[in-house]
């Protein structure tokens, strides 16, 4: 279950990044048109070039921040190999963003089969079909896989692919922001040296 969550007036006397982090996202949830728990994921590939795409936060806890893609996608392969990422949460209504760095571990076999049964079965077979970050020749060409892939599984279950998983993101790092007048932003930002240390928090200069 998520953490408590707190009040959301002036969060610099707050100690708990993820209860902070709970009280945002439920603004959000009430104040945000579309996808309030969209989030950037920030990656680096093999030659040091960074990369960034949008993707949906699944849940979080005190262990971390959990979605889920492709593990042979360009994201999975980067996560994969380099064992860390960043997020980032922008709420344009709320004037507010945090960001989010640390270590990632894949979710476990539960985690993943659970979340992968829970979504439409049209994105189940989709997870099949598509070839995610592959050169696609053409649209008929991924038509036709969902076609291939729908007369495959029928009207039963869809199994999970055993290339479809889930990431966990373990905080070292968390930055809360508020805009604030004249660009006089608040920014509070809690650090630690490992996902089971103990949090220091610091204000910057905006």
Same mark, same amino acid.
């Given at each position: 279950?998520? =953490?408590?969550?707190?009040?959301?007036?002036?969060?610099?006397?707050?100690?708990? #990044?993820?209860?902070?982090?709970?009280?945002?996202?439920?603004?959000?949830? $009430?104040?945000?048109?579309?996808? #309030?728990?969209?989030?950037?994921?920030?990656?680096?590939?093999?030659?040091?070039?960074?990369?960034?795409?949008?993707?949906?936060?699944?849940?979080?806890?005190?262990?971390?921040?959990?979605?889920?893609?492709?593990?042979?996608?360009?994201?999975?392969?980067?996560?994969?190999?380099?064992?860390?990422?960043?997020?980032?949460?922008?709420?344009? !209504?709320? $004037?507010?963003?945090?960001?989010? $760095?640390?270590?990632?571990?894949?979710?476990?076999?539960?985690?993943?089969?659970?979340?992968?049964? !829970?979504? #439409?079965?049209?994105?189940?077979?989709?997870?099949?079909?598509?070839?995610?970050?592959?050169?696609?020749?053409?649209?008929?060409?991924?038509?036709?896989?969902?076609?291939?892939?729908?007369?495959?599984?029928?009207?039963?279950?869809? #199994?999970? =692919?055993?290339?479809? !998983?889930?990431?966990?993101?373990?905080?070292?790092?968390?930055?809360?922001?508020?805009? +604030?007048?004249?660009?006089?932003?608040?920014?509070?930002?809690?650090? +630690?040296?490992?996902?089971?240390?103990?949090?220091?928090?610091? +204000?910057?200069?905006?």
């Amino acid at each position: 279950m998520p =953490p408590e969550e707190l009040t959301t007036g002036d969060f610099s006397d707050q100690d708990d #990044p993820f209860a902070l982090f709970g009280a945002w996202l439920a603004d959000a949830e $009430r104040k945000e048109t579309n996808d #309030p728990n969209a989030m950037a994921v920030a990656t680096v590939d093999p030659d040091g070039l960074p990369n960034v795409r949008m993707v949906l936060l699944k849940g979080y806890d005190r262990d971390g921040f959990v979605f889920y893609t492709n593990h042979e996608s360009a994201k999975g392969r980067e996560i994969l190999a380099a064992g860390k990422a960043a997020l980032l949460f922008h709420w344009k !209504s709320l $004037r507010r963003q945090v960001r989010v $760095r640390g270590l990632v571990e894949t979710v476990t076999d539960a985690e993943a089969d659970a979340y992968f049964q !829970s979504r #439409p079965r049209g994105s189940r077979i989709g997870a099949w079909a598509s070839k995610q970050s592959a050169p696609l020749e053409s649209r008929f060409a991924l038509e036709t896989a969902v076609a291939r892939y729908t007369a495959k599984f029928g009207v039963g279950e869809i #199994p999970r =692919p055993p290339h479809w !998983s889930g990431f966990r993101i373990k905080p070292v790092q968390m930055e809360f922001w508020h805009d +604030r007048p004249f660009r006089l932003h608040d920014r509070i930002v809690f650090r +630690r040296d490992n996902p089971e240390a103990v949090w220091s928090k610091t +204000r910057l200069y905006p």
